[in-house]
């Protein structure tokens, strides 16, 4: 029986295949490209080891696309054929993968709390817990699981920095600014190449309106991204964002059309659909474009990206983007098409999601598309009951306040100062700082004094 980095034990007897099973972890967590190519490096060094075989389907999963499903299923039947797993950790992440494929989601993140709850060492499990609930909206729940396991973190645990990071996202999604940031600067400091710390303190900024020192941290850090998978990607658009925010919009523009979609860089190339870059190009677009500036013909190729995305809903934060980007190339009849699929999504799934479709994604896609078509009052009318269940698209709250933004341009182009009042004022509790420093919430704030 071999033992992996933390000292937890996993049914193989081959060294190989455990040392290729921590390097795939390291690899995930640190947001790194070759956490696949260490599984098969597992899978081949022991083909009966389950627990690489249930990793694999699970990262397969995670791309939430359906056509890697049969690739996932395939996994998930070979961890259950394999070795019979002596630990209930490893039983735990093959009951995980079996959930997420049949759409319960909470499920399989309950799964994953509870091997870090006897397994509080464990990043692999915490972070798939922490990405799961994150795109449900959960993001107390997340925040509860890698809370639990502070106390029995110490600087000589491996992956120390990891986990501080994935700390300091929880806390800040939750309003904790100050020991976010503190959790995150350590992190960058014990690993400066840290992807996920940078971010968490890149989201510290943007909620707290501190636009310069986001511009100057994510500046001063692009130089160590240079191993990382397509989270470079949602760093450069926070970059993008602070600069937009500043009211720099050739500066957002520039990173837009340098960093975002770079289509011959090794990641677009590898991966041109991933549904995290459709929310980032999506996103910076639209608010560009309430700010006045010009997009040109950007919006065709990510609508082409999001006309793939009909009928996919495993990603509810992406559908809506998806919705959006089409009406804003005009394709209505495709956004349209996007929103029935929904609807008909909506009454026939028994899973997690149907019901944050329904509450969350519909009304926010039908109110971009009648954004984009003028149709003001009918933003209104649908996205004012709705607002309050935004969350439950998921995404963060820097990400979902481009849906606030829509109302609040419906809102002043109607001249609806009793509902801008109120939105500026809940986006304050959300936790939005320096409102009337903010580009996109400017003109909104001045038209209520």
């Not at 990206?305 to 959006?324: K, M």
């Amino acid at each position: 029986m071999q033992k992996d980095q933390w000292n937890y034990p996993v049914t193989t007897d081959n060294p190989d295949a455990a040392e290729s099973l921590n390097l795939s972890f390291d690899s995930y967590f640190q947001f790194r490209t070759d956490a696949m190519k260490h599984l098969d490096a597992a899978i081949a060094a022991d083909s009966e080891f389950a627990l690489p075989h249930a990793a694999k389907g699970i990262l397969l999963e995670s791309l939430k696309k359906p056509e890697l499903h049969s690739l996932a299923f395939s996994e998930l039947e070979a961890a259950k054929n394999g070795r019979p797993p002596s630990s209930t950790r490893e039983q735990h992440y093959i009951a995980a993968l079996e959930a997420a494929l049949a759409g319960q989601v909470t499920a399989a993140a309950t799964h994953y709390q509870q091997i870090v709850n006897d397994h509080p060492h464990d990043l692999f499990a915490m972070r798939l817990a922490q990405s799961e609930l994150f795109w449900i909206g959960e993001v107390g729940w997340m925040r509860d699981i890698s809370e639990r396991a502070a106390s029995q973190w110490t600087s000589n645990v491996p992956g120390y920095s990891a986990y501080l990071s994935i700390r300091a996202f929880g806390l800040e999604e939750n309003g904790d600014y100050e020991l976010a940031e503190q959790c995150g600067r350590e992190s960058v400091e014990l690993d400066p190449t840290g992807c996920w710390g940078a971010h968490a303190i890149a989201h510290v900024q943007i909620m707290q309106g501190r636009l310069d020192d986001g511009i100057a941290w994510l500046s001063g850090l692009s130089g160590n991204w240079s191993a990382a998978n397509h989270i470079v990607h949602h760093l450069w658009w926070h970059l993008a964002l602070a600069h937009t925010e500043h009211g720099d919009y050739d500066a957002g523009l520039e990173v837009y059309d340098h960093r975002l979609r770079d289509l011959d860089s090794p990641l677009m190339l590898a991966m041109p659909d991933f549904y995290v870059d459709i929310q980032n190009d999506t996103a910076l677009l639209q608010r560009l474009e309430l700010r006045g500036v010009n997009i040109g013909d950007r919006w065709q190729p990510i609508a082409d990206l999001a006309q793939t995305r009909i009928g996919n809903h495993f990603s509810p934060f992406t559908s809506a983007h998806s919705a959006l980007a089409l009406a804003a190339a005009g394709r209505f009849e495709e956004a349209n098409e996007l929103i029935r699929h929904i609807q008909d999504f909506i009454v026939e799934d028994k899973g997690t999601l149907g019901a944050r479709y329904a509450l969350a994604v519909l009304p926010a896609s039908k109110a971009a598309v009648a954004h984009r078509k003028g149709e003001y009052q009918r933003v209104i009318d649908v996205m004012l009951p709705a607002r309050r269940n935004l969350w439950q698209m998921g995404g963060s709250h820097a990400q979902r306040d481009l849906f606030f933004q829509l109302l609040i341009d419906a809102a002043m182009k109607l001249q609806r100062q009793d509902v801008l009042i109120m939105l500026l004022d809940e986006l304050s509790a959300i936790g939005f700082q320096h409102l009337a420093e903010r580009s996109s919430y400017a003109d909104a704030v001045a038209m209520t004094h």
